[in-house]
T-cell receptor, first 114, second 112 residues
Framework: AQSVTQLDSQVPVFEEAPVELRCNYS??????LFWYVQYPNQGLQLLLK??????LVESINGFEAEFNKSQTSFHLRKPSVHISDTAEYFC????????????FGTGTRLLVSP | DTEVTQTPKHLVMGMTNKKSLKCEQH?????MYWYKQKAKKPPELMFV???????INESVPSRFSPECPNSSLLNLHLHALQPEDSALYLC???????????FGSGTRLTVV
């Protein structure tokens, strides 16, 4: 079975500081991992995904995540955050039990203050 | 067109009402999903349709009835809901190969 753990329910940070949002997964097979962002009163937007190949994946707005198989982690990082990055961030893993489906972690609320 | 469109965006209904949520995509995706998201919680899977056939029902109460009339359209029919069913209902679709799930902006449902 596959599952996702986000240990931090909330991460407060000052503007222009670096941030890391942690995500660990458990799986006995190859995994596909995703980070989604949800702004207040909106749906989910795909931030980035790891399918195979390079373990470092980047998004267009400065976020990056590194797939670490030995530590079963897929942490999300940004070197300098903006106020507009304040949102809920969900790590997710695709499960394949005959039909593919996304299973989400509990989410991390990133709070960026001036 | 790279979007999943959900209507209505907001819905208030009484416990005796019948209403439907609609989801549409024109990306040629053959897998479509309904998720339910309560406040401050992650989305939880309700139903999966693959090639217009119901593939997964995550033990959802029968007051929620999904329907997939064609490959572009997914409906969720609601009847005799309870106040605890108030939530954000998200639709998603998945394409082949790219393992990308595209989510709609959701329908915020309030049951009074």
């Amino acid at each position: 079975a596959q599952s996702v753990t986000q240990l931090d329910s909330q991460v407060p940070v000052f503007e222009e500081a670096p941030v890391e949002l942690r995500c660990n997964y458990s799986s006995s097979v190859s995994v596909y991992l995703f980070w989604y962002v949800q702004y207040p009163n909106q749906g989910l937007q795909l931030l980035l995904k790891y399918l195979s190949g390079s373990t470092l994946v980047e998004s267009i707005n400065g976020f990056e995540a590194e797939f670490n198989k030995s530590q079963t982690s897929f942490h999300l990082r940004k070197p300098s955050v903006h106020i507009s990055d304040t949102a809920e961030y969900f790590c997710a893993v695709e499960m394949n039990t005959g039909f593919q489906k996304l299973v989400f972690g509990t989410g991390t609320r990133l709070l960026v203050s001036p | 067109d790279t979007e999943v469109t959900q209507t209505p965006k907001h819905l208030v209904m009484g416990m005796t009402n019948k209403k439907s949520l609609k989801c549409e995509q024109h990306m040629g995706h053959r897998a479509m999903y309904w998720y339910k998201q309560k406040a401050k919680k992650p989305p939880e899977l309700m139903f999966v349709y693959s090639y217009e056939k119901l593939s997964i029902n995550e033990s959802v109460p029968s007051r929620f009835s999904p329907e997939c009339p064609n490959s572009s359209l997914l409906n969720l029919h609601l009847h005799a809901l309870q106040p605890e069913d108030s939530a954000l209902y998200l639709c998603a679709s998945r394409g082949q190969g790219a393992h990308g799930y595209t989510f709609g902006s959701g329908t915020r449902l309030t049951v009074v």
